[in-house]
Structures are given as C-alpha cells and as structure tokens.
C-alpha cells in the first residue's frame, strides 16, 4: 500500500520520509512532491520562485504559478503511474489540481494526516527564509515565496517586505483552515504534528514512533 503525508508547511513530512530512508526495503521510493516539481532547480522549491520571478510581475506572478500548477499536475500523473510501493510528502495544494481526485480514487492510498499548528507553522516558515543562502537573500525576488503569508510587496521599495506577525498568522490561520477541510475528508489517520516534532515543546517521542510504525505497517501491507 501506498502511503501520502499531508499538512501544510513546515509540519514535518519531509522530516518523516528522510528519517525512513534506509529502514524499508529498497524497492520502497521516498518521494517529495516539491523536490518533485522542482528537480530543474536542484530540487528546491524556493530557487524554482527565484528563477522564474518577474520583476515586471511582482505580485500575480502569472509564469510562475503556472510553471507551479502545471508541475504538481504533473506530479500527480506520475504518481499514479507507478508501480513500485511509495511514501509521498505532499505539498499544500497539490489536492486542489485537476488529477487529484483521480488519483485517489484509482490508487486508494492511506493518508496520514499532520495537524498543523500556527504558532509552529509562522516559525518554521521563519526559519525556512533564515536558512537561505545570502544569494538567495540578495536576490531582488527573495520573499516572493512567502507572498500573501508572510510578506507583501512593497511596489515603492520594489521589495517583498515582512507582514507584522498578527497580520502574518491570520493569513496562516485562513490557509491552514481551507487546506484542512480537504485533508479531514481524505485522511485514514490523523496526527498533531508539534507532537511529532523534535525540536518543538510539545514533542513525544512516542508518538513520533506511532507515525513511524504506522508508516512502516502501512508501506508492507500488499
């Protein structure tokens, strides 16, 4: 059986999938949909926005959202087409492109659900921009990632500029609550992700160990 991780960002499904490398049979693929789709960018999702940022489209970024669709739809088409047993970390919206349903529908995956918290969610997007390289910093797109969450462009500035942090978790608040709709529906088992989260105050590693045993029991089971 196929297993997909789900959750907004920052919520761990990466983390889970690089932590079972190396503990399944290696006919098991570990895949993630934003390596996936940007595999002409190194794999990193945030060089993907760099390359392709307009700075003659600052704020609809037509080419890049297109670039966006386009290749989880993609994504979603080879993922259903795949006959070796996966686990997939799939990104925020993947579920809302046109072969999502279809996919479901043919390969019946089990989903696991990570519940998203905001506090947890606003830092580690944080975090994600403070980890960047300074080129990636020094770029004249650097926050167009987090556009519409956590900044907005300045047009005076030609910059995309940081959102007071109320104003930023209200916007996370608001997205957390439309992808989640759709994630409540699919899921077969659902999971607070700070729960399963090392560095965060919540932690328990028991029940970091239920999503990894559950992952495992799951990916064996033909």
Do not use: C
């Not at 690089?18 to 049979?25: A, I, W």
């Not at 700075?55 to 080419?63: F, G, H, L, Q, T």
């Not at 390969?107 to 606003?122: C, D, G, Q, R, W």
């Amino acid at each position: 059986m196929n297993v997909l991780l789900v959750g907004f960002s920052t919520t761990g499904k990466s983390s889970l999938i690089n932590e079972l490398s190396g503990q399944l049979p290696d006919n098991v693929e570990m895949i993630d949909s934003d390596k996936a789709i940007s595999k002409d960018f190194d794999g990193h999702i945030y060089k993907l926005f760099l390359a392709q940022h307009d700075i003659k489209d600052p704020i609809a970024r037509v080419s890049i959202m297109e670039s966006i669709h386009q290749g989880e739809n993609n994504f979603i088409r080879d993922l259903k087409l795949k006959k070796q047993p996966y686990i997939a970390a799939i990104a925020p919206n993947v579920h809302t492109r046109p072969e999502w349903h279809n996919f479901l529908y043919s390969v019946n995956p089990f989903v696991i659900f990570l519940k998203a918290e905001i506090e947890s969610v606003y830092k580690g997007l944080k975090i994600r921009e403070e980890k960047l390289y300074q080129t990636h910093k020094d770029n004249s797109g650097f926050g167009i990632w987090n556009l519409y969450v956590t900044r907005f462009y300045d047009e005076e500035k030609g910059q995309y500029l940081e959102l007071p942090e109320s104003v930023a978790k209200q916007n996370i608040s608001e997205l957390i609550q439309i992808n989640e709709k759709e994630y409540k529906k699919i899921a077969n088992a659902t999971f607070e992700a700070n729960e399963i989260a090392s560095w965060h105050r919540d932690f328990q590693q028991i029940k970091k160990n239920e999503v990894l045993n559950l992952i495992k029991a799951k990916i064996m089971d033909t």
